[in-house]
C-alpha cells in the first residue's frame, strides 16, 4: 500500500486496497451511526463515510463557514486520485455522486439496487432507483 501527500496539506493519503468485499462490509457498518449535514462531534457526513469505506487518510478543510464549500473541495480533491475509474454501471464498492439541492452528497454501492450513505439523523441503505435522477457519476477504483 503506497501513500502520497494530499495536495491540500502535509496529510499523507493512504492509497486504499481495491477490495470490494472490505469497503461493502465497512460502509454496512456504519448503517445505524448518527449522520447529519453539516456535521458535527456527535455526528458524520457522506464525506466521512467515504474516508472510511475506502481507509483515506484526508484533511478536512476547515470551512466551518461554509460547509457546502468544505464538501465539494472534499469531493474534488477525493476524485483528483489518478486511480478512479468511471464506469456506466456501479459493482458494490464503488462510490456514487449525487448532485442534490444541498451539493454534493456520496453514497458507496452494496448491490442489489442499494447504497449507503449518511442519511437525515442516520446513515442508511437506499435504493439507487430512487435516487438515480441526481446521479452524477459511479466511480471504480482500478
Not at 33 to 62: N, T, V
Request: with cysteine.
Amino acid at each position: 500500500m503506497g501513500s502520497r501527500k494530499a495536495e491540500t496539506g502535509d496529510v499523507p493519503m493512504k492509497i486504499p486496497k481495491p477490495n470490494r468485499e472490505e469497503i461493502v462490509q465497512r460502509a454496512l457498518s456504519l448503517v445505524g451511526a448518527p449522520s447529519s449535514f453539516p456535521r458535527s462531534e456527535k455526528s458524520r457526513d457522506c464525506m466521512d463515510l467515504a474516508l472510511f469505506a475506502y481507509d483515506y487518510q484526508m484533511k478536512r478543510p476547515d470551512n466551518n463557514e461554509n460547509p457546502f464549500l468544505a464538501r465539494s473541495s472534499m469531493v474534488k480533491e477525493f476524485l483528483r486520485e489518478s486511480r478512479w475509474k468511471l464506469v456506466e454501471a456501479p459493482l458494490p464498492g464503488d462510490a456514487l455522486f449525487f448532485l442534490v439541492s444541498t451539493g454534493w452528497h456520496f453514497g458507496i454501492y452494496v448491490g442489489n439496487d442499494r447504497f449507503v450513505h449518511a442519511g437525515n439523523g442516520a446513515f442508511t441503505t437506499s435504493l439507487l432507483s430512487r435516487w438515480r435522477r441526481y446521479l452524477r457519476g459511479c466511480y471504480s477504483w482500478r
